[in-house]
């Protein structure tokens, strides 16, 4: 077990520096202009242009930046802005967003995950009947309709009905609701319709008919056996979405005016802040592929039949 | 045991003559994979309903813009034609630059059906070929794996911004960007789907008698998978659609001057206030499109399973 933690460790390791790495170049294709904002490219005459991109390191080889970054990396130093926050370092603007965007995404795993995975097992347990019929309903409109739609009338409307406020403000908790709950609903919908669908698949096997016909009641087979098989498939995807609510919502946070992490990647990528560019997609990568990792971990702790050690040697 | 056909009453039953032809009847039963998918699809009203918003929708899409003359681009310049509500001569009225929203809303329908139907085809055409050699080839399993993660690890975003400095900015841009990242969850969810079958019996038997790589792949693994590639191109449409409208929401969608759904809604939510129609009338459109594909892929997706066949 665990070498294969240190293998799966190495192999994440090498996943996070090719896309680092990639990005990093991918950047470096961006024209320079990029870095200026208009009026300073008015102002500047050419040597002066030439100065500040000199001192923003920008002019190197694009191999030199690399270097130059996986150094202050190891360091702990992540860079400063260039155009979003003038020089103000990344890591505290990253500080500074994040928990927004994490207590807003762990509140609504919570809810939603809990609403979600109950809805499923009601969904099952009435397979066609009135219950399965509504969340069906429910499912396919979260699914199907662009989220920006109901998100922008459920802002407008449900604001308007409750009289609360439009946008979020820090100090009135009444105005957290609405984007607590527009956060939840896309991933109780997700866990409804995933856990029905597993548990449907289940009720069909051999050994839940072996159960009922000993005379099982119906309540114990769905919660000890149908359930519990189920959920092993769906546990999987737990972590990857817990830690993920680091990067927000991108919607949700600008229809509420949320100063969360949801618009940073967007408007840095756009604005060419490089540093910061580069530590999001660090910190996601990273956050992306622990959660995978956790995730098969987490199903191996769950189911006990699953051995990890012996699927990788298969190569899977 | 001992016959007792002579105690039966005698005007309830008849003896039948042997009948050949009747026996055979009852050997073999008449069995089309595709026509059963189609009438099992077809019992389902809802699922006809919804098949024909879409036949209508298109219909109205792609016939609409050649056979009008209406320029949805056109402004006009005499103010009191703009924001005008519904009314003859506008249907859906016009917006605040006095253009004819119902030319408009066909126009972005257009465009966007389009964007969803080269995506679907796309994501599923690559994803297909690839997802089954990724599948069937042990030695391409590494490699595609270690892909697949670096692909799903790039933020969205990144290539999004970057494509235009490659490529020009438009409709297919916006194709390359959301096909760079869609097609790898296809090949992906291919690739399980062909590992569960690749050592099925009839398989190794058809690799014993030495049938080429080729052929393995288009015959005997593809036909298995057409019902699910189907029903996610089905379900690519509405989502192709939808990342459009989320796209123009964050800056990064068509350019302005395209006439799209997304950029319709995006415009209207902007004067939602003084103006709900320019924002209900394509949401509306944007919102039946949407579910009409979701819910008749998720059907024949259902038809399509033979366990369903009757």
């Given at each position: 077990?665990?070498?294969?933690?240190?293998?799966?460790?190495?192999?994440?390791?090498?996943t996070?520096?090719?896309?680092?790495?990639?990005?990093?170049?991918?950047?470096?294709?961006?024209?320079?202009?990029?870095?200026?904002?208009?009026?300073?490219?008015?102002n500047?005459d050419?040597?002066?242009?030439?100065?500040?991109?000199?001192?923003?390191?920008?002019?190197?080889?694009?191999?030199?930046?690399?270097?130059h970054?996986?150094?202050?990396?190891?360091?702990?130093?992540?860079?400063?802005?260039?155009?979003?926050?003038?020089?103000?370092?990344?890591?505290?603007?990253?500080?500074?967003?994040?928990p927004?965007?994490?207590?807003?995404?762990?509140?609504?795993?919570?809810?939603?995950?809990?609403?979600?995975?109950?809805?499923?097992?009601?969904?099952?347990?009435?397979?066609?009947?009135?219950?399965?019929?509504?969340?069906?309903?429910?499912?396919?409109?979260?699914?199907?309709?662009?989220?920006?739609?109901?998100?922008?009338?459920?802002q407008?409307?449900i604001?308007?009905?409750?009289?609360w406020?439009?946008i979020?403000?820090?100090?009135?908790?009444?105005?957290?609701?609405?984007?607590?709950?527009?956060?939840?609903?896309?991933?109780?919908?997700?866990?409804?319709?995933?856990?029905?669908?597993?548990?449907?698949?289940?009720e069909?096997?051999?050994?839940?008919?072996?159960?009922?016909?000993?005379?099982?009641?119906?309540?114990?087979?769905?919660?000890?056996?149908?359930?519990r098989?189920?959920?092993?498939?769906?546990?999987?995807?737990?972590?990857?979405?817990?830690?993920?609510?680091?990067?927000?919502?991108?919607?949700?946070?600008?229809?509420?005016?949320?100063?969360?992490?949801?618009?940073?990647?967007?408007?840095?990528?756009?604005?060419?802040?490089?540093?910061?560019?580069?530590?999001?997609?660090?910190?996601?990568?990273?956050?992306?592929?622990?959660?995978?990792?956790?995730?098969?971990?987490?199903?191996?702790?769950?189911?006990?039949?699953?051995?990890l050690?012996?699927?990788?040697?298969?190569?899977? | 045991?001992?016959?007792?056909?002579?105690q039966?009453?005698?005007?309830?039953?008849?003896?039948?003559?042997?009948?050949?032809?009747?026996?055979?009847?009852?050997?073999?039963?008449?069995?089309?994979?595709w026509?059963?998918?189609?009438?099992?699809?077809?019992?389902?009203?809802?699922?006809?309903?919804?098949?024909?918003?879409?036949?209508?929708?298109?219909?109205?899409?792609?016939?609409?813009?050649?056979?009008?003359n209406?320029?949805?681009?056109?402004?006009?310049?005499?103010?009191?034609?703009?924001?005008?509500?519904p009314?003859?001569?506008?249907?859906?009225?016009?917006?605040?630059?006095?253009?004819?929203?119902?030319?408009?809303?066909?126009?972005?329908?257009?465009?966007?059906?389009?964007?969803?139907?080269?995506?679907?085809?796309?994501?599923?055409?690559?994803?297909?070929?690839?997802?089954?050699?990724?599948?069937?080839?042990?030695?391409?399993?590494?490699?595609?794996?270690?892909?697949?993660?670096?692909?799903?690890?790039?933020?969205?975003?990144?290539?999004?911004?970057?494509?235009?400095?490659?490529?020009?900015?438009?409709?297919?841009?916006?194709?390359?960007?959301?096909?760079?990242?869609?097609?790898?969850?296809?090949?992906?969810?291919?690739?399980?789907?062909?590992?569960?079958?690749?050592?099925?019996?009839?398989?190794?038997?058809?690799?014993?008698?030495?049938?080429?790589?080729?052929?393995?792949?288009?015959?005997?693994?593809?036909p298995?998978?057409?019902?699910?590639l189907?029903?996610?191109?089905?379900?690519?449409?509405?989502y192709?659609?939808?990342?459009?409208?989320?796209?123009?929401?964050?800056?990064?969608?068509?350019?302005?001057?395209?006439?799209?759904?997304?950029n319709?809604?995006?415009?209207?939510?902007?004067?939602?206030?003084?103006?709900?129609?320019?924002?209900?009338?394509?949401?509306?459109?944007?919102?039946?499109?949407?579910?009409?594909?979701?819910?008749?892929?998720?059907?024949?997706?259902d038809?399509?399973?033979?366990?369903n066949h009757?």
């Open positions: 077990m665990g070498s294969y933690i240190l293998k799966r460790l190495g192999q994440s390791l090498v996070v520096v090719i896309v680092v790495v990639s990005v990093f170049m991918l950047l470096r294709l961006m024209p320079n202009s990029g870095y200026f904002t208009r009026e300073d490219y008015v500047m050419q040597a002066a242009r030439t100065a500040y991109l000199r001192n923003l390191g920008v002019l190197d080889n694009p191999f030199v930046q690399l270097a970054f996986a150094g202050g990396l190891m360091k702990g130093d992540l860079g400063r802005s260039i155009s979003l926050y003038p020089r103000s370092p990344v890591s505290s603007i990253i500080a500074e967003k994040a927004y965007s994490l207590c807003f995404g762990l509140a609504s795993i919570i809810i939603s995950m809990s609403l979600g995975l109950g809805l499923g097992v009601l969904m099952a347990r009435h397979k066609d009947g009135f219950a399965d019929w509504m969340g069906t309903l429910y499912v396919t409109v979260v699914r199907a309709i662009p989220s920006l739609i109901w998100l922008f009338f459920i407008l409307w604001s308007g009905l409750m009289g406020p439009m979020f403000y820090l100090d009135r908790p009444v105005s957290w609701i609405l984007p607590t709950i527009s956060f939840s609903l896309a991933g109780l919908g997700w866990y409804a319709i995933w856990l029905r669908r597993f548990m449907v698949d289940e069909n096997r051999d050994y839940v008919k072996f159960a009922t016909s000993k005379g099982l009641p119906r309540t114990r087979v769905m919660r000890g056996h149908i359930l098989n189920a959920m092993v498939v769906l546990v999987q995807y737990f972590p990857q979405q817990i830690l993920l609510t680091i990067a927000g919502s991108l919607l949700i946070e600008s229809l509420y005016n949320i100063p969360g992490m949801g618009g940073l990647l967007v408007s840095a990528v756009r604005q060419q802040d490089n540093p910061i560019v580069q530590t999001i997609v660090l910190l996601y990568a990273v956050l992306g592929v622990l959660g995978v990792f956790l995730g098969d971990l987490l199903m191996a702790f769950v189911d006990p039949r699953i051995k050690a012996d699927c990788s040697g298969k190569g899977a | 045991m001992k016959n007792d056909y002579a039966l009453p005698v005007g309830l039953f008849r003896p039948a003559p042997f009948d050949e032809a009747a026996a055979e009847l009852t050997g073999y039963a008449p069995y089309s994979y026509r059963s998918t189609f009438r099992t699809f077809i019992r389902n009203p809802i699922s006809v309903g919804l098949l024909l918003v879409i036949v209508v929708f298109c219909a109205m899409g792609f016939l609409y813009p050649v056979f009008s209406v320029d949805p681009n056109r402004v006009d310049l005499e103010t009191s034609q703009w924001n005008l509500s009314q003859s001569g506008h249907p859906f009225g016009t917006d605040g630059l006095g253009r004819d929203l119902w030319a408009r809303t066909w126009h972005g329908t257009r465009t966007s059906m389009l964007l969803g139907f080269i995506i679907a085809v796309l994501d599923v055409g690559i994803g297909m070929v690839v997802g089954a050699l990724w599948g069937y080839v042990r030695r391409l399993d590494r490699p595609m794996t270690e892909l697949y993660n670096v692909l799903n690890n790039v933020p969205q975003p990144v290539i999004l911004v970057l494509l235009p400095y490659i490529l020009r900015p438009g409709f297919w841009t916006i194709i390359i960007a959301l096909c760079s990242t869609g097609w790898i969850g296809i090949a992906r969810f291919v690739r399980n789907k062909v590992i569960s079958i690749r050592d099925a019996e009839y398989n190794v038997a058809s690799r014993c008698l030495g049938t080429p790589l080729h052929r393995m792949i288009s015959r005997n693994v593809l298995y998978l057409v019902s699910v189907i029903m996610e191109a089905a379900l690519t449409i509405p192709s659609i939808g990342s459009e409208v989320y796209l123009g929401f964050i800056g990064l969608g068509l350019p302005l001057d395209t006439v799209s759904l997304g319709l809604v995006n415009l209207g939510k902007n004067n939602f206030m003084l103006y709900p129609y320019q924002l209900a009338w394509p949401t509306a459109i944007v919102a039946a499109i949407t579910i009409s594909f979701y819910i008749v892929g998720n059907r024949f997706s038809a399509s399973d033979p366990r009757v």
